[in-house]
């Protein structure tokens, strides 16, 4: 079982930027793909970001490719979430999440993923 929990969300103005955290419990988050996705009012939930277990494979929904960059650090149980140049259209409830299963390459839909954070709003005022 790991619990997850994301920190760093706020109001910000477009074109700043903000590092969400997430946080997770357990002793074996360096074995866990671990991916960010997000979720405006009105709209399913969407992929931003995936890392895998030992951090050397990425992979970025088209939309954030070269403002976003997500990191892991497994000495401390956390990934991280880089968001530059934001823009309105970031706007969202942003959630981490891990796949319970070891070793597993990144993956870019909801249903992959087992474990799941309570989301920290990001608001990017234009």
């Known amino acids: 079982q790991v619990q997850l929990v994301e920190s760093g969300g706020g109001l910000v103005q477009a074109g700043d930027s903000l590092r969400l955290s997430c946080a997770a419990s357990?002793?074996?988050?360096?074995?866990?793909?671990m991916g960010w996705f997000r979720q405006a009012p009105g709209q399913e939930r969407e992929f931003v970001a995936t890392?895998?277990?030992?951090?050397?494979?990425?992979y970025y929904a088209d939309s954030v490719k070269g403002r976003f960059t997500i990191s892991r650090d497994n000495a401390k149980n956390t990934v991280y979430l880089l968001m530059n140049n934001l823009k309105p259209e970031d706007t969202a409830v942003y959630f981490c999440?891990?796949?319970?299963?070891?070793?597993?390459?990144?993956?870019?839909?909801?249903?992959?993923?087992?474990?799941w954070g309570q989301g920290t709003q990001v608001t990017v005022s234009s």
């Open positions: 357990g002793r074996t988050f360096s074995f866990h793909a």
């Open positions: 999440a891990a796949d319970a299963h070891f070793f597993q390459d990144p993956r870019d839909r909801p249903h992959d993923y087992d474990y």
């Open positions: 890392i895998n277990y030992n951090g050397e494979n990425t």
